[in-house]
């Protein structure tokens, strides 16, 4: 039996306010939260991302309140990612209420850290964050993405295809993909980089970056993905969650 496609709205929270940018710059406020959170909860999302993008110390205690208020509101599954350097981050954060956590800049500087939390949480908690853009300025990867850390702005040289599969192997349950390139611009998924990751990984996979119309959802689930994720275009009404499961539903994809 096939698995339901996952339509997932993702919240980027800055300093408790959720903010939308394109690429990650020019940022303008989108909103309380846990407004937002439960108004997605009413209108059918699956499962909802928060991403604490600044992740500075200072803003830490903010985030662990806005999980905290928004655990108590909605009843669908929360990954919370930003900042998340350690077992015991892990472990507030999933106190305050998250039901999986995703790991990202913490993970390339030490690999091992996937699996201490696998170990200690078990994978299905485990969601590997991978903020990739296809390489330039003379780097060269072999499937022609690179791992980026800074809200894609500082390229690591990584392979972002070798990344995904050495996360697996380290006990990842999931993987969010993000393309940099699409990032903000509604132009559409980055289809060949959903395939090349598909491809060597059976977690599953969401991918994240690009969606602007209903019809790019439905494309990024015929090359790989398991659930999609989109930010502005649900926050300022662009696109409501029901619109995109009837899209996919009508291209033959079971949905929530």
């Not at 919240?11 to 997605?40: C, H, M, Q, S, W």
């Not at 909802?48 to 928004?70: K, N, Q």
């Not at 969601?127 to 300025?137: C, F, G, Q």
């Not at 999609?228 to 079971?254: C, D, P």
Request: net charge negative; aromatic share 6%.
């Amino acid at each position: 039996m096939a698995v339901a496609v996952r339509v997932i709205p993702c919240l980027d929270v800055d300093a408790g306010r959720v903010v939308k940018g394109i690429n990650f710059t020019a940022l303008r406020d989108a909103g309380d939260p846990v407004e937002l959170a439960r108004t997605y909860d009413a209108e059918g999302a699956d499962e909802l991302v928060f991403l604490d993008i600044t992740a500075s110390s200072a803003s830490r205690e903010t985030t662990y309140d806005v999980v905290r208020r928004t655990a108590e509101q909605v009843f669908i599954p929360l990954t919370v990612g930003g900042g998340v350097r350690s077992v015991d981050d892990v472990d507030r954060l999933l106190r305050a209420g998250a039901d999986k956590v995703g790991v990202n800049t913490a993970a390339i500087a030490r690999p091992e850290l996937l699996s201490e939390i696998a170990t200690r949480f078990g994978n299905q908690v485990l969601v590997l964050s991978v903020d990739a853009r296809r390489v330039t300025d003379g780097t060269t990867t072999a499937s022609g993405y690179e791992v980026t850390t800074h809200g894609g702005r500082q390229g690591t040289g990584i392979d972002a295809v070798e990344w995904a599969a050495r996360g697996q192997e380290l006990g990842i349950g999931e993987i969010l993909l993000n393309s940099m390139d699409a990032d903000g611009t509604q132009n559409g998924f980055d289809l060949a980089m959903i395939e090349a990751v598909r491809a060597v990984v059976s977690v599953p996979v969401i991918a994240s970056g690009g969606a602007g119309q209903v019809e790019h959802f439905s494309p990024a689930v015929a090359v790989g993905a398991d659930a999609v994720l989109a930010a502005s275009v649900f926050h300022f009404g662009t696109l409501r969650i029901g619109a995109v499961k009837e899209s996919l539903r009508a291209n033959g994809y079971e949905v929530r």
